[in-house]
């Protein structure tokens, strides 16, 4: 299919002091997503547009943008091993791009810290109101409970204080216990149903495209 001289047409986009190149023909391709508005007639008004220079602007994160703009030119969706999830996933969220659209190599790194935030509130429960004159924690043989539940300015260590270190260890080191290694195996397991049902979701993304362009051909 051959594109017109107005679809060839070179457009600038200047991300946080950062200048990208690329086609209008390419933004095109992801059609209802910020930056496919640019090749719209009124955009000029409607974004930071330069005339000087001829570029539009946007104070974004640049590292960012370099992975979402090469989407547009390869239909492939990576997240940046050096960037935070939820920064990726702010910036997906300005330009208009599902995370679903996540290749599957990535899609962990991206989910990490989504599933240790909900582990962790998974274990943040109240902590059991223990009685003062608990025979348990006033002296005797059992008097080092105590002391062990006591933090060096004399105050009573919280629930997670406690158990942070043992928490820690169920996830991140499976050889700590066998509680570990279960919870570990759990993990690839999910990992693996993961992988498979995002690899379905974007081979019907990109059949169900390749229909929709052969249908206006």
């Known amino acids: 299919m051959t594109c017109s001289a107005s679809d060839s047409e070179k457009i600038v986009i200047n991300c946080g002091g950062i200048r990208h190149e690329t086609y209008r023909s390419t933004l095109k391709t992801l059609p209802g997503t910020r930056l496919s508005w640019l090749t719209e007639p009124d955009a000029f008004s409607n974004f930071d547009y330069d005339p000087k220079s001829d570029e539009f602007f946007f104070d974004r994160h640049p590292a960012t943008f370099a992975f979402i703009l090469n989407y547009y030119r390869t239909g492939k969706l990576h997240c940046p091993n050096d960037v935070c999830g939820p920064l990726f996933e702010e ?55 105590k002391r062990l539940c006591m933090q060096e300015d004399g105050r009573k260590a919280t629930w997670w204080e406690v158990w942070q270190p043992r928490m820690w260890a169920l996830f991140e080191d499976p050889y700590s216990s066998k509680y570990a290694r279960v919870e570990w195996y759990i993990q690839r397991l999910h990992q693996s149903i993961n992988a498979l049902i995002l690899n379905g979701s974007r081979w019907l993304k990109i059949l169900n495209r390749n229909r929709r362009n052969e249908f206006c051909n």
């Open 91 to 145: 910036e997906l969220a300005f330009w208009g791009i599902d995370e679903t659209d996540v290749e599957a190599c990535c899609w962990m790194n991206y989910r990490q810290h989504r599933d240790a935030e909900e582990a962790l509130d998974s274990f943040e429960t109240p902590e059991p109101d223990v009685p003062e004159d608990d025979p348990a924690l006033t002296g005797g043989v059992d008097g080092d409970l």
